[in-house]
T-cell receptor, first 120, second 114 residues
Framework: GAVVSQHPSWVICKSGTSVKIECRSL??????MFWYRQFPKQSLMLMAT?????????EQGVEKDKFLINHASLTLSTLTVTSAHPEDSSFYIC????????????????FGPGTRLTVT | QKEVEQDPGPLSVPEGAIVSLNCTYSNSAFQYFMWYRQYSRKGPELLMY????GNKEDGRFTAQVDKSSKYISLFIRDSQPSDSATYLCAMSASGGTSYGKLTFGQGTILTVHP
């Protein structure tokens, strides 16, 4: 159980275009999903927290108008990188958390396989 | 100072060795501690999860948390070449605006050679 998928697994786009990345929880409903980016040989940096049916909460320094997040259903969140630039090239990873009221294990997050974005 | 510090390694050990991976942290609000394994170009996979202080064992893996020292460890016994990966520690506070948010260490690159 607790499988999270991402699509696409890798994408190349031209500078100035937009690209959408999907994150799906396949066997559970995720009220909360998280988006991370990871540069080579570095750790995961949280970009934003996505809650179903409400606006995403962005971390300090992350441009909300550039990284658009939509969490339209309990199994799907999307990240759109708008007007992409080469410096946006990175590994983008989403995670989903199962809602388990009162359970300590509700802090467990399950990660997708990641999407490698290259902007040329 | 980063909230979570982890020695990036790289760490190279022979097959069968005991591996010790460690993280220190500065935020006393952290209550939940996790270890993830990440293979190259893949998403992290949850290995161990611990709440508050103490030990937890799962097969060849043992996680230890010492909240008084703000120090956590992951031990891998009888290490195998398939254990070669990057190991990330992650932590979360108990509530408020930090609810559910994970703070990661830098990751330690481990290679187990036959």
């Amino acid at each position: 159980g607790a499988v999270v998928s991402q699509h696409p697994s890798w994408v190349i786009c031209k500078s100035g275009t937009s690209v959408k990345i999907e994150c799906r929880s396949l066997d559970f409903q995720a009220t909360t999903m998280f988006w991370y980016r990871q540069f080579p040989k570095q750790s995961l940096m949280l970009m934003a927290t996505s809650n179903e049916g409400s606006k995403a909460t962005y971390e300090q320094g992350v441009e909300k108008d550039k990284f658009l997040i939509n969490h339209a259903s309990l199994t799907l969140s999307t990240l759109t990188v708008t007007s992409a630039h080469p410096e946006d090239s990175s590994f983008y990873i989403c995670s989903a958390r199962e809602p388990r009221t009162g359970a300590a294990s509700s802090y467990e997050q399950y990660f997708g396989p990641g999407t490698r974005l290259t902007v040329t | 100072q980063k909230e979570v510090e982890q020695d990036p390694g790289p760490l190279s050990v022979p097959e069968g060795a005991i591996v010790s991976l460690n993280c220190t942290y500065s935020n006393s609000a952290f209550q939940y501690f996790m270890w993830y394994r990440q293979y190259s170009r893949k998403g992290p996979e949850l290995l161990m999860y611990t709440y508050s202080s103490g030990n937890k064992e799962d097969g060849r893996f043992t996680a230890q948390v010492d909240k008084s020292s703000k120090y956590i460890s992951l031990f891998i016994r009888d290490s195998q070449p398939s254990d070669s990966a990057t190991y990330l520690c992650a932590m979360s506070a108990s509530g408020g605006t930090s609810y559910g948010k994970l703070t990661f260490g830098q990751g330690t690159i481990l290679t187990v050679h036959p």
